[in-house]
């Protein structure tokens, strides 16, 4: 099974890389995976139960975490051998406790908009009227 992703994956990239002269000694089996890949819609659905299983998989974060093992455990399923993870450092934000405090706001004038304070200038000198 981890054949039919891996030759999903390889598939894929040679075909996205066009029409690219392949060495005699590999054809055979760069054709046995391009058509495993073209042919089989095994990779995707195994990529699309992670990512609706484990969501948003940020670096350092539990579903990452989680999504890695769950991938290794798959490829252990699947008879490969020699699964293991490497340690690795990430560096990933940690979200810490936040406080606010919001002093009061400075004291601003406050502007009319044109139209109303034209009005108010005229009104004050007693040349303005209302429309009826």
């Given at each position: ?101 919001l002093p009061t706001p400075p ?26």
């Amino acid at each position: 099974m981890l054949f039919r992703i891996l030759t999903g994956f390889i598939g894929l990239a040679v075909l996205s890389v066009g029409a690219v002269d392949i060495p005699k000694d590999y054809q055979a089996t760069a054709n046995k995976l391009i058509h495993s890949s073209t042919n089989s819609a095994f990779g995707f659905n195994r990529l699309a139960t992670m990512c609706d299983t484990f969501g948003p998989r940020f670096s350092g974060s539990p579903n990452l975490e989680k999504a890695i093992d769950w991938c290794l455990a798959q490829m252990k399923k699947d008879g490969f051998m020699n699964v293991h993870g490497e340690e690795v450092t990430v560096r990933h934000w940690v979200r810490g406790r936040e406080a606010a405090t919001l002093p009061t706001p400075p004291r601003r004038a406050r502007r009319a908009p044109t139209e109303q304070a034209e009005a108010c200038t005229a009104a004050s000198r007693g040349d303005y009227t209302v429309p009826a």
